[in-house]
């Protein structure tokens, strides 16, 4: 049976999915799994779609093992196990940021990953590591199709004002402009949203993609038409180590009043601000919930006043609002801070429905409320897999 791979290679993790490729055409679940704490102490786990555990390693002394290392790893053990007659034809990977030209999945090449090698500066925290998946597979399989799929892509038909900045226009025409990430996830969410309410999808939703990395994105008959995320991932909602929507004076004077080195201004402001930053506790928001701490409640209410701010703003970019959808690991798990966001939405004739809101939905607004309010569960891997399919019927054809 033919099987996809799906692989999303973070700083610090590498997540990936095995799809079946079932004779009806679909992908159906095999495997998944996470390689956590690269550069400390990697550990590694694999669950089958059942939810038994299939694989589990430790490098207790790995520090130095990089992600092509790991990757050598899983695939040496792959080789060792023939995955019960799955033959692995092709590899998806999400590839942050897609810079100006790249609106769709595309097969990778040489001359695509130089491509995407310039675009490394514009996404620190991710690119380089994705592009580290990437080469590291072409070695271990040459010849294996693999598809790189853009968080941007979702974002790259909005209209020309949400990708505009006050900017001089010569900066425009070099490619610095609004993008939006997180586009693989909002792709998904909104193709769920319209099987499960497509009057709703078919309206005026924001999409809150809440997570480590967090947006918001502005969906019109499930198209992007505004998010918060900028030019990079760092703009828009307070994350677990962004800062998020900063006035750039702030950058200028680290840089010339207080002697801050390039490389520190990044290091603040990707890893040590946000939620990490005000709490002074954690960027891990179940920790910041458990705490009583004053910096702690304060982070909290941050994140929730930002967000509410955000979705007026795209609530202003639609037009009007229809429904709000919430999703990735805040957004599907903590129904505190959904009630505390939604409640900042109230003056929209947003009405919670805490009972529901408690036991995580699906739909979670009052029958009255002028707003519909949804917490669907994100699925990137599966929609880089759907993608990576799609290109390789494609290619074929
Ligand atoms: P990533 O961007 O790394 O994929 P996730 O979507 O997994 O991140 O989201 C991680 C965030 O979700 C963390 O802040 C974590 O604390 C939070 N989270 C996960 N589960 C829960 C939960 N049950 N309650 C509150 N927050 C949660």
Not at 72 to 98: C, N, Q, T
Not at 264 to 293: F, H, N, P
């Amino acid at each position: 049976m033919k099987a996809v791979v799906s692989l999303n290679s973070g700083s610090s993790s590498i997540k990936f999915s095995l799809f079946v490729v079932d004779p009806a055409g679909t992908l159906q679940l095999s495997a998944g799994g996470k390689i956590e704490k690269i550069g400390i102490a990697p550990t590694l786990a694999a669950r089958s779609a059942d939810g038994s555990m299939v694989l589990e390693r430790d490098w207790p002394d790995g520090a130095s093992l990089s992600h092509a290392d790991l990757l050598a790893d899983l695939f040496a053990w792959a080789a060792d196990h023939p995955l019960e007659g799955r033959e692995i034809i092709a590899i998806g990977h999400r590839v942050v940021h897609g810079g100006p030209d790249f609106a769709a999945p595309l097969l990778v090449d040489d001359a695509l990953i130089d491509k995407l090698e310039a675009l490394c500066p514009l996404a620190p925290l991710h690119q380089p590591h994705n592009l580290a998946a990437i080469r590291a597979i072409a070695r271990l399989r040459p010849g294996l199709p693999q598809v790189a799929c853009f968080d941007t892509a979702f974002h790259h038909d909005k209209p020309a004002l949400a990708s505009r900045f006050a900017l001089p226009r010569a900066l425009h025409d070099q490619g610095i402009r609004r993008y939006g990430f997180h586009g693989l996830s909002y792709e998904y969410v909104a193709r769920r949203l319209a099987q499960i309410d497509p009057e709703l999808a078919a309206g005026r939703v924001i999409a809150a993609h809440l997570g480590n990395g967090a947006s918001l994105c502005a969906m019109q008959a499930g198209q992007s038409i505004d998010t918060t995320m900028g030019f990079t991932a760092l703009d828009g909602l307070m994350m677990g180590t962004r800062c998020g929507g900063l006035d750039p004076g702030v950058v200028l004077h680290l840089l010339t009043q207080m002697g801050m080195t390039t490389a520190q201004v990044e290091d603040l402001l990707y890893r040590k601000s946000g939620l990490l930053g005000v709490s002074g506790l954690s960027s891990d928001m179940r920790t910041l919930s458990a705490s009583t701490t004053a910096p702690a409640e304060e982070a909290i209410a941050l994140f929730a006043w930002r967000a509410g701010r955000e979705a007026g703003a795209l609530a202003s970019s639609l037009g009007g609002l229809d429904g709000i959808v919430f999703t990735a690991g805040i957004g599907e798990n903590d129904a505190g801070m959904r009630s505390r966001i939604c409640n900042s939405l109230k003056w929209l004739g947003l009405e919670i429905d805490e009972i529901a809101n408690a036991g995580n939905g699906p739909l979670i607004s009052l029958p009255d409320s002028l707003i519909k309010v949804y917490v669907i569960p994100t699925d990137e891997e599966r929609m880089i897999a759907l993608h990576t399919l799609q290109i390789l019927s494609e290619k074929l054809a």
